[in-house]
């Protein structure tokens, strides 16, 4: 807990301080730099705001640094004046120009002064008279604030291990000048072009903060004409050294790498530079994007980035396995900024620790070596983790803190990996206008395709059910092949708990997340002794996802269990397979944008991922009739798609009772209950018995065939939905009173398509 003290400095010490018994201290100027537009400074680094503003939203910040776990202290003299209405203050790195966010400051209005620490005002008060000199000074783990040799109120127990620079917030009026116990830190500001695939085309150019022009340059490797800046380079290593005019010495080592290609941008932008910026104003983490660049297994490789100018933003930068939203927890490595300026190590959520000393131009970097993970700042490692057994593929992640930005330049040792990804329309019923788009990431230059079809577009039209292969062709060469399947959309019956989105996907209605209370079965059917596939696509793991998709025998159960063969993909990313609820030991984590399918053919039923198989089961006989099953225990599950469409079949009602009842419909006239229900493109007859829909039910056709009034279709309540794809037939046989053979009633809808 930090201890507040109040007390007066005794007469000696006074008289010290007066008298400059002690030995003269050398005190530097604040050497304001990044002001704001409603403010001049002035020659002699005081600093004018026009009177009349109403908020302390102008000012500047100053390069002289006090470096971590050093003592040091600012101070400004008053002068009198009712205009002047400022802030000095004494701050981690810069954060615009909020005294809400300023550590330690003093605000001098009119002649009274006051002291902050961050928002919380007033914590000492006290008078201000012409030549009255105002101090916040660092001792140890101590702030005091002085009015002249009076203490007028000390912190207790603060961090010292943070590196300070002066702050001055104006609302109006003049600042006198700020004097600092510590100089001006030459801090070399890079702007960095990171090489394309030709690797020719690298710029470094510095922009000196602190020190005093003139300033010189020396770069490693050497150049002839040494200027502040370098081009046309290649990747690799550069080193600057700048000298100012009088002998103080800045020096940096920058890595050129490979540019990021970002992909997967959620409320997040690419500016010009290739940085990222967050584009929602709430404030919390929900921006964020992944690139394409991948460290492969067993390979070393680093990421860095170089310390940015703090706009009071949070993000972190690191190393992952898959993509799973805008958030840095999932995150196995990464480098986490804070607001105030210093980082924070996370690994899959745990903190391990802070940096803190942390200045702007400061370069961090995460290395995989071997065995172990290295973080480094300006190449000197500040944590690293041994004897790490695992070594899988990891691509570049980012999570963001909205509002913020922009964002650090980030580069890696290694480049963007050449993905495909598709966007299906799925054939209609006549087996054409399919179509496929190929979605390149990573791509370095301007794509080229082909098809194993002959096209060479990104697009395939009109197409029917069946496979599509395309190889891609990037600039720098590098090429990668997939198939893709298209096929008939899933015609989702039996719905139970489920809505059928837009675009194909599928939708639990119930809030819970812990039961596998929602499912579908297919209107598609693979018939008896015939091949065929289920097929989906998942682009990045959801992290409220859980769903099961398969091929199964017929069943009208919302639980997994009934499905005889499908995957089971949890919100971690991890997918295994499930046969009835039995788990034959097979699991896998999801790679962005994997195709996944279960086939029989002939006497097998296999698995496969991008077209790997991953397992194979075989069958006694493939007498059996599958369909393809869904089923939810959280949120959503991905479109699917059938290589076999429905085929109708026509159900004669033979009981009285609900639509969804399998012991009301039999497949002769007349007949046996079937134990099936109508489905999206069976064709229903209705002929003396009563039908009630309730629910959200679909067919081909239907035909009513009334001989007296115990024959009727009554679609009742607000939840009942009738769709009907052809036609409705309404026949009377020999009645001799009116009958009421096709209701729709309370607040239910009928839909023909």
């Not at 403010?39 to 100053?62: E, H, K, M, P």
């Not at 959620?266 to 929602?280: D, K, P, S």
């Not at 939810?632 to 798609?641: E, F, G, H, T, Y």
Request: proline letters at 5%.
């Amino acid at each position: 807990m930090r201890s507040i003290l109040y007390f007066k400095v005794i007469a000696l010490a006074l008289f010290t301080f007066l008298t400059g018994a002690v030995a003269a201290q050398t005190l530097y100027k604040a050497n304001w730099v990044d002001p704001t537009s409603n403010i001049t400074i002035n020659a002699d680094l005081s600093i004018t705001r026009a009177v009349g503003a109403s908020t302390y939203n102008g000012g500047a910040v100053g390069d002289n640094i006090l470096p971590a776990g050093q003592n040091g202290f600012v101070q400004v003299t008053y002068v009198a004046s009712t205009s002047n209405r400022f802030f000095m203050a004494l701050n981690i790195l810069e954060e615009g120009v909020s005294y809400t966010s300023s550590q330690y400051a003093i605000q001098i209005d009119g002649a009274q002064a006051r002291v902050f620490q961050y928002d919380v005002g007033a914590i000492a008060t006290t008078t201000a008279a012409a030549g009255d000199v105002f101090k916040i000074e660092r001792v140890g783990t101590s702030v005091t604030f002085y009015k002249n040799a009076d203490v007028l109120i000390t912190l207790n127990g603060i961090q010292s291990q943070f590196s300070l620079r002066p702050e001055a917030i104006l609302r109006s009026g003049t600042m006198p000048p700020v004097y600092c116990s510590f100089d001006r830190k030459v801090l070399a500001k890079p702007t960095i072009q990171l090489p394309t695939y030709t690797n020719n085309n690298g710029v470094i150019a510095i922009t000196p903060e602190g020190g005093q022009a003139p300033f010189t340059y020396s770069w490693t490797p050497i150049e002839l004409q040494p200027t502040s800046s370098i081009s046309g380079k290649p990747r690799g290593i550069y080193s600057v050294t700048v000298t100012d005019a009088v002998g103080r010495e800045g020096t940096a080592t920058y890595e050129l790498g490979y540019e990021m290609a970002w992909k997967n941008l959620v409320n997040t932008q690419i500016n010009a530079n290739n940085t990222l910026q967050a584009v929602t104003g709430t404030d919390s983490w929900e921006a964020g994007a992944a690139a394409a660049n991948v460290l492969p297994a067993n390979t070393n490789g680093w990421v860095e980035f170089i310390m940015p100018e703090l706009t009071k933003t949070a993000f972190a930068i690191g190393l992952a396995t898959m993509d799973r939203g805008t958030t840095y927890t999932p995150f196995p490595y990464s480098i986490y900024v804070h607001p105030l300026g210093y980082v924070k190590v996370f690994e899959n959520n745990v903190d391990r620790g802070s940096l803190t000393s942390v200045v702007k131009g400061d370069r961090f970097r995460i290395t995989r070596n071997g065995t172990s993970i290295i973080y480094s700042r300006n190449d000197i490692p500040f944590r690293t983790v041994t004897n790490v057994t695992a070594s899988p593929e990891y691509f570049v992640d980012v999570a963001i803190h909205a509002p913020a930005g922009p964002l650090p330049l980030v580069t890696a040792s290694f480049p963007p990996k050449l993905t495909l990804g598709a966007t299906l329309v799925p054939v209609n019923d006549n087996n054409t206008g399919g179509s496929v788009t190929v979605n390149v990431k990573g791509a370095l230059g301007t794509p080229k395709f082909l098809w194993t079809t002959g096209e060479t577009s990104a697009t395939l039209s009109n197409k029917g059910q069946g496979t599509y292969t395309v190889t891609v062709t990037d600039d720098l060469g590098q090429t990668a092949t997939k198939t893709f399947y298209l096929g008939y959309a899933a015609q989702w019956t039996n719905r139970i708990n489920l809505r059928v989105n837009e675009n194909a996907t599928v939708t639990k209605t119930l809030s819970n997340v812990s039961a596998w209370d929602t499912g579908a079965l297919s209107a598609n059917r693979l018939l008896a002794g015939e091949n065929g596939d289920v097929s989906f696509t998942v682009d990045r793991v959801s992290p409220s996802d859980v769903f099961m998709v398969g091929l199964t025998s017929y069943n009208i159960d919302a639980a997994y269990n009934s499905m005889d063969y499908c995957f089971y993909f949890l919100n971690d990313g991890t997918v295994s397979v499930r046969e009835k609820a039995a788990n034959p030991g097979i699991s896998l984590l999801h790679q962005e944008d994997n195709i996944y399918r279960i086939e029989r053919k002939d006497l097998y039923v296999r698995y496969y991922v991008n077209e790997q198989i991953l397992r194979t089961v075989t069958l006694a006989d493939n007498n059996k009739e599958l369909y393809a099953d869904v089923s939810i225990k959280a949120a959503s599950a991905p479109r699917v798609l059938t290589s076999f469409n429905y085929v109708p079949r026509t159900l004669y009602a033979v009981k009285n009772g609900n639509w969804t009842g399998p012991d009301v419909w039999s497949l002769s006239e007349g007949g046996t209950s079937s134990g099936i229900t109508p489905v999206y493109g069976d064709n229903v007859r209705i002929k003396g018995y009563a039908v009630a829909i309730t629910g959200e039910v679909e067919c081909k056709s239907i035909q009513i065939i009334a001989p007296s009034t115990n024959t009727n279709l009554t679609v009742d309540g607000a939840a009942a939905v009738l769709t009907v794809k052809e036609h409705v037939k309404v026949k009377g046989e020999d009645n001799q009173e009116p009958v009421s053979a096709f209701l729709v009633k309370n607040l239910a809808k009928f839909k023909v398509q």
